[in-house]
């Protein structure tokens, strides 16, 4: 039986990726879902930080095996968003219900990779891509690293600690590690914020090539970005969450089409457009 | 030149010592001039370099186990919280305790050898080593816990993988301050109660109205302590090359 999703997720360069004999796999029988299809994410409730809040009571849903791009202006939460499904949101109180949408618990389905690379300055490339897991006590595959390192264009870099690679590379290094710990769920959290443009759109390009499968909750704050990403465009200001068109063009999209241009300018004006409102003082009732 | 520059100030130090002894006819009981003391030096050139290797056994011995105590205590401290709230004030209180006052007592339980010697060594590294590596190992930057948390490693590992390669740098600081408190511990022990070791013959020289021993004794001391402060310095700043260049 094939797999509901399409797309290079679950295979490997130079590693042939068998099935083991799964029994959560739907043919074996009613056992739940299967922890390797990528699920949806759902997250409602509201989030706060002592008194302040954070964000909601919003309503966040995130569809299977998609590429969705959460665009918003700095400080209405994005973030706390991907810290919340990744459980990592230390001191955020959260009042509501998030989760994989097939009920199962996302810990262990979920990869994270944030505008920082976070790489370890002293370890190569290559046990940088290693480190999860050595940290889950599996036995790390060199070879499996090394070729990830290749499909990201890093051949010949795995010796290479992070200080020897310029910003780009680093970036690519954490896409790979992205990569190898093969989570049915990506978040993204403005990886390419800090690339110039031209690394930038070929990281996106890169990463759009390598993570298509997967179900993918992109921060950012770049309506380019997003207009060239997302399969769905979410808009998070202080007033609240709302679904926006994507250009109709699969994507990743050129990022010169008019199609995509167009959709930037689209973009662009919503955010400048929640951005005269007054940021200060948001009220639990006005969030709603 | 530019090797020189350092000597320079110490030159003119020695010249004004030499000149005041000179100048106002110090006796050298009380007093002795540089030359003198350098021709200390060379006449018990043989009697201070056995003596100065006790010391530098006792210092390297105290430096080594200290180090490698410290370790282990940051380590299983940073593990456990409970056992930071029950052992940090007894690790304070090592640390308060004037290490004279316990000189002694350590004589008393370790004898008049090298034992006393290098845990009092031990005992005045312990703390700056254990302390300063424990707060680096507090210290992982929180992206990092974050991003293993995800993948999903706890424990021993995140311990062994991440927090302390991370804490490196602050178990070296702790090192290098232990470089130079090593030797003071050393030679307090050894003027507690000793029959050998720099602080020993610096003793028995000052008793004998040897002054010129005494300092020849004091200058080796010096460039030893020196010495080893260079050494685990560079060490330091090899390893940190080493490991994230």
Partial sequence: ?288 | MKALRPALPLLLGLVLWQGAVWLWQVPSFILPGPVRVAAALVDNAGLIAGHAAVTGLEVALGLGLGAVLGWLSAVALALSPAARGAIGPILVFTQAVPVFALAPILTLWFGYGLGSKVAMALLIIYFPVTSSFLDALLQTPAPWLAQARVMGGGGWRQMWYLRIPAALPGFLSGLKLAAVYAPIGAVIGEWVGASRGLGYLMLLANGRAKTDLMFAALVVLAVLAIALHRAVDHLAAAALRRRFG
């Fill in chain 1, 1 to 288: 039986m094939p797999r509901a999703w399409p797309g290079p997720y679950g295979q490997r360069a130079g590693v042939d990726r068998t099935d083991p004999p799964c029994i959560l796999r739907p043919e074996n029988g009613p056992v739940g879902p299967d922890r390797r299809a990528p699920p949806g994410l759902r997250l409602r409730g509201r989030a706060r930080v002592g008194a302040q809040t954070l964000f909601g009571p919003l309503d966040l849903a995130v569809a299977p095996g998609r590429w969705t791009c959460l665009l918003g202006p700095s400080g209405v939460g994005k973030s706390t968003f991907l810290h919340l499904l990744a459980g990592i949101a230390d001191g955020i109180s959260f009042a509501g219900d998030l989760g994989a949408a097939d009920g199962a618990p996302l810990a262990g389905r979920v990869a994270l990779m944030a505008q920082a690379d976070m790489l370890l300055p002293w370890l190569t490339a290559r046990d940088n891509l290693l480190i999860g897991a050595r940290l889950r006590g599996e036995t790390p595959d060199t070879r499996a690293a090394e070729a990830m390192l290749e499909r990201v264009g890093l051949s010949g870099m795995a010796a290479r600690k992070p200080r020897a690679l310029s910003g780009g590379q680093r970036q690519r290094v954490a896409l790979a590690r992205t990569l190898i710990e093969d989570r049915p769920v990506v978040l993204l959290d403005e990886p390419f914020s800090a690339l110039d443009i031209a690394t930038r759109v070929r990281m996106q390009d890169l990463a759009a090539a390598l993570l298509r499968g997967r179900t993918i909750l992109h921060v950012t704050h770049d309506p380019a970005e997003a207009a060239r990403l997302g399969d769905h465009i979410l808009l998070l200001t202080h007033r609240g969450l709302t679904e926006l068109a994507p250009p109709r063009a699969p994507a990743p999209r050129p990022p010169d089409a008019p199609e995509t241009l167009e959709a930037t300018g689209a973009l662009t004006r919503h955010l400048l457009a929640c951005e005269c409102q007054p940021a200060a003082a948001p009220s639990a009732e006005g969030l709603t």
